[in-house]
């Protein structure tokens, strides 16, 4: 596996960086990103203690590749394990317990494109995180019907306690599942629930917030919010800005009680009230002072700052909560198309998946101002 070290600025929005070969210097240095290549469509990232977790989703133009996952040290930067997926297109990684648990939509299907499904199987794959010569993992299919009707195309996790809630890509239910031992990988029971009394077309970003579960659907810019047996959907209001359209709500952050999503089409980050929305069911909305560029395909908490992964853009755009309109990019390679972004929780080290490069980058963020 081969790598690269860019140095990267970071700039005023609306400047542009023209970066050529496999080294470059530019002028005011912020951060040092180095590019380790031989990934394979590389999207969804986890650091996890000294590693990080790569997902390949093996897409390409002329047909799937079997999907896998890398792990590297964070030291060192080299990959120390990989092993493929149980199912097509790793799309999601999350810490759970002893595990990392991956979820996998299967290859899609747009056959009849009026219907898409992904293909089975499809489900999540538990990944022990621990040994990297021989670790345990567990394949949990999940079931691609609702009343007769097929589902498919898990894309996000979320648990709390012995409930973990899975959404899909293409319809707006979700899975269910009630572990008997989490730590054993051992499930009572999966069940599918359905977010409106009509079974339709929707793609969900999930979180968590105070005991109840948040998830947004890209297709309508709906948020609902599920108690914590997920069983009942407690609100569910309209978050974009014009119910006549789609905006493309996605990418949920939470920051004390307010929720942050990008809207991929709008192109804005709006901020709703939370307790409100327990409470009494009222939105309550602000848009912040920054217009979004094109495919915003991620937001994280970095400090305080809100860092918007902008594929379209090729760089991730930087926003200080205390002036959002003073937004700065970090640049990253040309038609790298980058996907998602993940920094350690302790250590001085974010990773961006650089799809189009079939790379990662990993950023020394030792030099990150804390507006």
Not at 61 to 66: M, N
Not at 172 to 191: K, L, N, P, Q, Y
Not at 262 to 268: I, L, Q
Request: aromatic fraction near 8%; include cysteine; hydrophobic fraction near 40%.
């Amino acid at each position: 596996m081969n790598h690269l070290v860019i140095p990267v600025v970071a700039l005023l929005t609306g400047m542009m960086v023209m970066v050529s070969g496999c080294e470059t210097s530019l002028q005011s240095t912020e951060f040092e990103i180095t590019v380790r290549s031989g990934f394979d469509r590389p999207q969804a990232l986890l650091f996890r203690d000294d590693h990080l977790v790569v997902g390949n989703s093996g897409y390409r133009a002329s047909g799937w590749q079997e999907g896998s996952i890398s792990i590297l040290d964070r030291h060192t930067k080299e990959t120390v394990y990989e092993q493929p997926t149980a199912a097509f297109n790793p799309q999601q990684i999350r810490a759970l317990g002893r595990w990392n648990i991956v979820v996998e939509t299967g290859k899609y299907d747009f056959t009849d494109f009026e219907n898409p499904l992904s293909l089975p199987p499809f489900g999540i794959e538990l990944i022990e995180h621990g040994p990297m010569d021989s670790p345990v993992n567990h394949f949990i299919e999940l079931p691609n019907q609702f009343e007769e009707n097929p589902i498919s195309a898990p894309v996000d996790i979320a648990t709390i306690d012995d409930i973990s809630i899975i959404t899909s890509g293409l319809f707006d239910v979700v899975w269910r599942i009630e572990w008997s031992s989490v730590e054993r990988g051992e499930v009572t029971a999966i069940d599918v629930l359905p977010l409106d009394s009509e079974l339709r077309t929707g793609l969900g970003s999930i979180t968590t917030w105070n005991d109840q579960f948040v998830i947004l659907d890209f297709n309508s810019d709906r948020l609902y919010l599920l108690d914590r047996s997920a069983r009942t959907v407690q609100c569910s209001v309209h978050f974009g800005d014009n119910p006549d359209l789609m905006e493309g709500l996605q990418t949920p952050v939470i920051i004390g009680n307010t929720l942050y999503a990008t809207f991929a089409f709008s192109g804005h980050i709006r901020g709703i009230d939370l307790t409100t929305l327990a409470d009494e069911c009222m939105p309550s909305i602000s848009t912040l002072d920054v217009v979004l560029g094109q495919v915003p395909n991620d937001m994280d908490m970095v400090g305080n700052e809100l860092w918007v992964t902008q594929s379209g853009e090729n760089h991730i755009l930087r926003l200080s909560m205390e002036s959002p309109g003073d937004a700065t990019v970090i640049v990253l390679p040309v038609s790298s198309n980058p996907w998602h972004f993940n920094a350690h929780e302790t250590a001085s080290i974010g990773a961006v998946s650089l799809w189009n490069l079939d790379a990662v980058g990993l950023i020394d963020l030792s030099l990150l101002t804390v507006r």
